[in-house]
C-alpha cells in the first residue's frame, strides 16, 4: 500500500505558473510509475502526464506539451511543474501510482488510469483569464 498526497494547487493568472507535488509513503512506496490526471468540472479524467519509476522516460498529453514537466526528486516524490497556463487548464489534479512490474521494467510509464490504483485526494488549479 502506498498513500499520497497532493500539493501545491491554488489560483493562478493565464500565463502564471504552479508547481504540483506528490509525496508518496507506507510500504516501499518507491517502486512505483507514477502519473497525474486532472478532471476538470463535468468532464472525464483524463492523463496529462506519466512517468517511469527510474524517471528516464515520461509521457505527456498534447494539450500541455511544451508547457508542463514532470519530474521525480527522489525515488518518493513526484512534481508537475506547469508554465504558461491557460484557463482551459483548470482542474482538479491527482497524482496516482503504480507499482512497477518485473515484465514491463523500470522504463515503463503507464497512459491509461484503469492501471493505477492509487491515488491522491486530489488538488484545484484554478486559472483566471
Known amino acids: 500500500q502506498v498513500q499520497l498526497v497532493e500539493s501545491g494547487g491554488g489560483l493562478v493568472q493565464a500565463g502564471g505558473s504552479v508547481r504540483l507535488s506528490c509525496a508518496a509513503s507506507g510500504r516501499r512506496s518507491g517502486d512505483y510509475a507514477m502519473g497525474w490526471f486532472r478532471q476538470a468540472p463535468g468532464q472525464g479524467r483524463e492523463l496529462v502526464a506519466a512517468?517511469?519509476?527510474?524517471?528516464?522516460?515520461t509521457y505527456y498529453a498534447d494539450s500541455v506539451k511544451r508547457r508542463f514537466t514532470i519530474s521525480r526528486d527522489n525515488t518518493k516524490n513526484t512534481v508537475l511543474q506547469m508554465n504558461s497556463l491557460k484557463p482551459e487548464d483548470t482542474a482538479v489534479y491527482f497524482c496516482a501510482a503504480k507499482p512497477i512490474s518485473t515484465i514491463d521494467g523500470a522504463g515503463y510509464y503507464y497512459t491509461d488510469g484503469a492501471q493505477y490504483p492509487f491515488w491522491g485526494q486530489g488538488t484545484q488549479v484554478t486559472v483566471s483569464s
Open positions: 512517468i517511469s519509476w527510474s524517471g528516464s522516460n
